[in-house]
């Protein structure tokens, strides 16, 4: 595999790859440096994943994290969104940080689970993660009840009250 573009971080593992990347503050119109940022990871997450996919002879999840560094406005959202609906390659998501500052938004709707750690030829510092303890509920949760359905109904339900909030 070639070197990873600057930047960008990289999980794997048997059935799935996730590729994240910032759009950087310094962007003058986020609408047009979105488009270009989803053309450029296109092509370097179609490599990777025909690599592996080839090594393996399995089909592999792509999914590609943009980060953006503050909330969009609605105008932008609606570029968002026909970016997150575009399936050639891989599949997309746009999250930015939480108004306090605790995680990302929107992260819940990214639905590969499990990656283990990031590939070694990744230069950036790692960094620690960890689930909030709401996380590790539903988590918990989900895999007494055995698939996503159930665990919906006991939400709807009230029997995660403390997970949702």
Not at 31 to 46: A, G, I, Y
Not at 65 to 79: A, M, Q, T, Y
Request: glycine share 4%.
């Amino acid at each position: 595999m070639s070197d990873l573009n600057k930047g960008v971080f990289v999980m794997h593992n048997k059935y799935a790859l996730a590729a994240c990347c910032i759009l950087p503050d310094s962007v003058n119109n986020i609408e047009v440096s979105l488009q270009s940022m989803k053309e450029d990871m296109h092509n370097f997450v179609r490599s990777i994943l025909s690599s592996l996919e080839s090594q393996r002879g399995l089909i592999v999840d792509g999914y590609l994290l943009i980060i953006l560094s503050k909330e969009p406005n609605s105008d932008i959202r609606e570029v968002i969104q026909e970016l997150e609906q575009d399936t050639k390659v891989c599949r997309k998501h746009v999250l930015w940080p939480s108004s306090d500052g605790s995680g990302l938004e929107r992260a819940q709707y990214v639905t590969v689970l499990s990656l283990p750690k990031p590939l070694s030829s990744v230069s950036q510092p790692m960094s620690s993660f960890s689930l909030s303890t709401n996380a590790e509920k539903l988590l918990l949760e989900y895999k007494k009840q055995g698939n996503l359905d159930r665990l919906m109904d006991s939400i709807k339900n009230g029997v995660l009250r403390d997970a949702d909030r």
